[in-house]
């Protein structure tokens, strides 16, 4: 039973320009997170969704920053006009039933950075 | 907001002695706790997850105690070992979880 597969594992891309993660939650699991952790700091929760739903984004930034969990495929996470700033390790989980009551579990992450 | 503090930070030990791992946090109102392990440069690996009606959960070496009153978990490793050099992280989940910065476990052989 593979576990959460995110990728690309590592992206170089040079300010300005759009960075697309990727995120196949685990099988059987609805629900996805988006976590990121930038150097020598905690991870910060950014967004939940479900199938077609987002649910939780209180902690995305407010402009920029967008995710989408289709009904088919991975759930995505767009940075667009990326900056410096933006160069951190973006963490996805899934989990099967709803963060309130499952365990969650993640994928080994994809780290930005931006020159 | 969910604050979450684990002391120490960092913590180096000898082969074979027990560590304890402390994770306060400051709001009562949590569905579960998880403990995770993070390699450098990898994920977080769920070592274990109690629910708020639970008051400890064991695995092989591993025991994590919940006291909600207190605002407490703590992680326990019994008999140490080299592989068990890692960052441990305590995350609370009041309905999102909220991470504590983590301790750096160093096991020296």
């Known amino acids: 039973n593979a576990g959460v597969m995110q990728n690309p594992r590592h992206l170089v891309r040079r300010r300005g320009q759009e960075a697309r993660l990727r995120c196949s939650p685990m099988?059987?699991?609805?629900?996805v997170y988006w976590y990121r952790q930038l150097p020598e700091e905690g991870l910060k929760f950014m967004v939940y969704?479900?199938?077609?739903?987002?649910?939780?984004e209180s902690g995305m930034p407010k402009e920029r920053f967008s995710a989408e969990f289709p009904k088919e495929g991975p759930s995505i996470l767009r940075i667009q006009q990326v900056v410096r700033g933006d160069s951190a390790a973006y963490f996805c989980?899934?989990?099967?039933?709803?963060?309130?009551?499952?365990?969650?579990?993640f994928g080994e992450g994809s780290r930005l950075t931006v020159l | 907001k969910q604050e979450v503090t684990q002391i120490p930070a960092a913590l180096s030990v000898p082969e074979g002695e027990n560590l304890v791992l402390n994770c306060s946090f400051t709001?009562?109102?949590?569905?579960?706790l998880q403990w995770f392990r993070q390699d450098p440069g990898k994920g977080l690996t769920s070592l274990l997850l109690?629910?708020?009606?639970?008051r400890e959960q064991t695995s092989g070496r591993l025991n994590a105690s919940l006291d909600k009153s207190s605002g407490r978990s703590t992680l326990y490793i019994a008999a140490s070992q080299p592989g068990d050099s890692a960052t441990y992280l305590c995350?609370?989940?009041?309905?999102?979880?909220?991470f504590g910065a983590g301790t750096t476990v160093t096991v020296r052989a």
């Open positions: 989980a899934s989990s099967q039933t709803g963060a309130n009551t499952g365990e969650l579990f």
């Open positions: 099988k059987g699991h609805s629900h």
């Open positions: 969704l479900q199938k077609e739903n987002i649910i939780d």
């Open positions: 709001d009562s109102a949590i569905y579960n």
């Open positions: 109690i629910q708020s009606s639970q």
């Open positions: 995350a609370f989940n009041d309905y999102k979880l909220s």
